[in-house]
């Protein structure tokens, strides 16, 4: 249980979730000026292509200068097309800013990258010997979506449904809808290849990975809001 202790500092704007959301709109920006060749060798130059990633022959010399690790970051902020984006940053921005608050900014930004980077690792391995690349931040976004499970277990989300010719707004018990898009990501998992090539195990990882680093942050958090 996530105890709410009284604080007296004032809340100020989610910055952290702000510059994701402007370092990802801003690399899309830039990777669709590109011709589509270009655009291509780009994905694959700093996506996670897991192949590469996993070549157990390369040199570890060769493996620093081509900066391959760092491609699980770098990926995170590589979209494939504006749903792609869109999705991924509607996401963040519901779940974000609330963990954003409790976990404070530069604690949620370690996060985020520390979560998606080791979601893409876990994809990678899932994927081993793939040359497409895995790009996008499906898995950061899922470990936001997991952390904030972690930090507000009895919080209700709002929901619009269709009944008949009306729209009605419900709220429902956050674990229930989080739990319901958890299921589908391991049903996915299964199924996933019918509904095109989503690294679906990056979504499970992000998100048991989210909610791991929001239980170790839950002193750190205590100790910030007592402030």
């Given at each position: 249980m996530f105890v709410h202790l009284p604080s007296s500092r004032r809340a100020g704007p989610p910055w952290a979730t702000l510059l994701i959301v402007a370092a990802c709109v801003a690399t899309f920006l830039w990777l669709v000026t590109l011709p589509p060749a270009e655009?291509?060798?780009t994905l694959s130059r700093w996506g996670t292509v897991p192949s590469t990633l996993l070549d157990p022959h390369a040199?570890?010399?060769q493996q620093l200068l081509e900066l391959r690790a760092a491609r699980l970051v770098t990926a995170i902020f590589i979209h494939a097309d504006w749903l792609h984006l869109t999705g991924n940053l509607l996401f963040l921005v519901v779940f974000g800013v609330s963990a954003e608050r409790a976990l404070g900014s530069p604690r949620f930004l370690a996060m985020f990258v520390?979560?998606?980077?080791?979601?893409?690792l876990v994809g990678a391995f899932t994927l081993a010997g793939t040359s497409a690349p895995i790009i996008g931040s499906?898995?950061?976004v899922s470990a936001v979506v997991g952390a904030y499970l972690a930090l507000f277990p009895r919080a209700r989300l709002g929901l619009v449904l269709p009944l008949g010719v009306f729209l009605e707004f419900v709220r429902i018990p956050a674990p229930l809808l989080i739990g319901f898009w958890a299921a589908l990501q391991l049903l996915f998992t299964y199924v996933g290849p019918a509904f095109g090539a989503v690294a679906w195990w990056t979504h499970i990882a992000g998100f048991v990975i989210g909610i791991l680093l929001a239980l170790m942050s839950r002193p750190a958090i205590a100790r910030r809001l007592r402030r």
């Open positions: 655009r291509l060798a040199p570890w010399l520390t979560g998606g980077a080791l979601a893409n499906s898995g950061a």
